[in-house]
């Protein structure tokens, strides 16, 4: 079992830059990928970033097209960070921390708020 706690969300006007952390227990030895994933307002979840765990993909990233060049994924150990900055309205959503192991069990952090004002 692997448990995942996200902090920084928060209320940001349009520009402006917000640092997402996610720290994860348990199992993290059995985890072969992790990633942030979000859900607006009367949409659906939707993948942010991801980013490889394992030794062999040396911490290869995937992101969606609206974040590129704005977002950053990164991570040390049992912590993912998610970097945001030219913040936009469109932004505004609940950010989901996402871990999948090597036998593709998934775990979901409780989320965090982000808001963007214009």
């Known amino acids: 079992q692997v448990q995942l706690v996200e902090s920084g969300g928060g209320l940001v006007q349009a520009g402006e830059s917000l640092r997402l952390s996610c720290t994860a227990s348990?199992?993290?030895?059995?985890?072969?990928?992790m990633g942030w994933y979000r859900q607006g307002p009367g949409k659906q979840r939707d993948l942010v970033a991801t980013?490889?765990?394992?030794?062999?993909?040396?911490?290869l990233t995937n992101y969606a097209t609206s974040v590129k060049g704005r977002f950053t994924i990164s991570r040390d150990n049992a912590n993912v960070y998610l970097q945001m900055n030219s913040l936009k309205p469109e932004d505004t959503a609940v950010y989901y921390c996402?871990?999948?192991?090597?036998?593709?069990?998934?775990?979901w952090g409780q989320g965090t708020q982000v808001t963007v004002s214009s």
């Open positions: 996402n871990a999948r192991s090597i036998r593709n069990l998934e775990y």
């Open positions: 348990g199992s993290i030895s059995d985890l072969k990928v």
């Open positions: 980013i490889m765990k394992d030794v062999m993909s040396h911490g």
